[in-house]
């Protein structure tokens, strides 16, 4: 059984598509126990709305929330009663597997490593969002916890982005590249030119070099290393032209007789296609490195992201990614 | 009369769309002057196939070509018959306005900066292009020509940024955003931080505070403010989403018979669209603060964006844009 919290009052579709993601993440597998986190009545009135096992559901009481304004810092130090404090403390104390939350970044970042704590020899632990390429989805990593980061930072990220593709993704070897403004060796900023030797040393992953933007959704590599800030760039970027782009090219059919028929025909071809490049499809992200899983979902995340991402939390359990990462990066002090 | 040095080896499609863009610009405007520089007899051939005005297109011999891939501080020294340092040359000594290259980034970068020199007070010359964006056009600088910037170079971004997008595309008070990972001020990494209080503080910019990623194509910003690592994996992402997109979009379309039909229709809307939004529709990219105008096109421009660019060194010299970054930015020393 994998013990999952979930922040029921996290995102902008709390609670109402938290819970209903949930409900359909334990319906969907007997092996997984939500623990809803937040206010209690209000998670109990929506659950009423829905048939599942009872033993595959509890309501945990939490009176406070943290709102995605707040300093995070100040709110996980203050707000002890709010459902992403009291989850993080599930995991703990040993009592959930996995948290996943919508709610603020900041807090659960800072909640994730405040409070769960870094695997020991884990220097500092990244998000790393799937996201959609060309031809399947390549592992980001780090995309938001940490700016300014150091090169050995960046190689522990090429080394658990490595073990999570081919623990979770079954990719075998996978391909790594740093994310650089051109394709040669001599390249880039300075974090970049410091640590691309280093990572070329590495004999325990597969370095292909150095990644222009333009080529990561080609999908050239399968983990894009890169510093928080540039991956966040990235990760907003990729949200942007795409949501950009669809609604010029949706606008562009509405224009004349002729393409408004055509926009018709296209429609059910096209809406499965934009859905194959919308990052909400592939989960939460991962904060990874922790002594538990931590997940960031979007803030928008309907109940599909929930459900998805729940449903993560079993492979990553299955797949023993923290022992690997222990194995691989522990140390013993 | 603006006299306009044009690179006419570098590039993808040199010589052949390099003359043909050269032909169309002059064609187009009385007051321009190309000088076509490069292997003689190969552009001399390539002239031959079009009619215009010859008091309007000189052939300045160029024995040697700047290939993209060499080192470009040694090419710059070396190659000293090279179209790239004979026309940097010709705007040093001032017999041209402007030089226009589709050749080695790196090359044209560093022999703007060595040859034809800073203007007196400017720190670092930025590489300037325009995005495309929802409505519009955003100017993105820095974006290639110096990784791992001060506080004090982004501020000249922004005020060189505002002066380029108010005389040139007529915006009123340009909106001025740096380009940050959150929208509060305590957000981004050490160099935004630093530089977020001092753009606050200039009264002569009209700065309207952190821009995420996500936000750049609806055209939040008229002038986005970054570091040139960033600045280049913006520009880069911008065109890989987007033709990954657009690929996908013409592929989905391919999956039934209803929307192939589908796609016959909308085929001409969805044509000027995505021309809307393509990087290449909006000219080379300006390095400004150069006792000059030195500006770079894409590696793949075809005569077009030739054409347009040439274009638009008449409306750089015309609207003074040196003159008005020396009077902001200019010192005496």
Redesign the interface.
């Known amino acids: 059984m994998v013990n999952v919290a979930v922040d029921a009052m996290g995102g902008d579709n709390a609670p109402v598509q938290i819970v209903k993601g949930a409900v359909e993440a334990v319906n969907a597998n007997k092996e997984i126990k939500v623990f809803l986190v937040g206010k209690e009545p209000v998670i109990k009135e929506e659950l009423s709305k829905y048939t599942y096992d009872m033993t595959q559901m509890e309501v945990v009481h939490a009176s406070e929330v943290i709102e995605t304004?707040e300093?995070p810092v100040m709110a996980i130090r203050k707000k002890k009663d709010s459902s992403i404090v009291k989850a993080l403390y599930m995991v703990k104390d040993g009592s959930c597997d996995a948290f996943v939350s919508s709610g603020s970044t900041g807090a659960v970042l800072v909640g994730g490593q405040v409070i769960v704590g870094r695997i020991k020899g884990v220097e500092r632990p990244p998000l790393a969002p799937l996201i959609p390429?060309?031809n399947g989805v390549s592992l980001l990593i780090d995309c938001?916890a940490n700016?300014?980061a150091r090169p050995s930072h960046l190689i522990q990220f090429a080394r658990m982005g490595s073990i999570y593709m081919e623990s979770i993704m079954g990719i075998k070897n996978p391909r790594v590249g740093i994310?650089n403004?051109g394709a040669e060796e001599?390249k880039?900023?300075?974090l970049?030119k410091e640590t691309f030797p280093l990572l070329k040393d590495c004999q325990d992953i597969n370095f292909i070099g150095s990644v222009?933007?333009?080529?990561?959704?080609?999908g050239v590599a399968d983990v894009v290393v890169c510093e928080?800030?540039?991956g966040?760039?990235?990760?907003?970027?990729?949200?942007?032209?795409?949501?950009?782009?669809?609604?010029?090219?949706k606008?562009?059919?509405m224009?004349?007789l002729?393409?408004k028929?055509?926009?018709?025909?296209?429609?059910?071809?096209?809406k499965?296609?934009?859905r194959?490049?919308d990052v909400q499809e592939y989960g939460g992200a991962p904060l990874l490195g922790l002594n538990g899983l931590v997940v960031k979902t979007h803030g928008s995340a309907t109940e599909i992201e929930i459900k998805n991402t729940i449903l993560q939390c079993l492979d990553f359990k299955k797949q023993q990614i923290n022992e690997k990462i222990r194995e691989k990066l522990g140390t013993q002090d």
């Open positions: 304004a300093p390429t060309e938001g700016v300014d994310v403004i001599e880039g900023n300075a970049v222009e933007a333009r080529d990561i959704p080609a928080a800030f540039v966040n760039v990235i990760l907003k970027l990729y949200e942007g032209v795409g949501a950009t782009l669809i609604k010029k090219v606008g562009g059919m224009t004349s002729r393409s028929l055509g926009a018709l025909l296209v429609k059910p071809a096209l499965s296609t934009l194959s490049f």
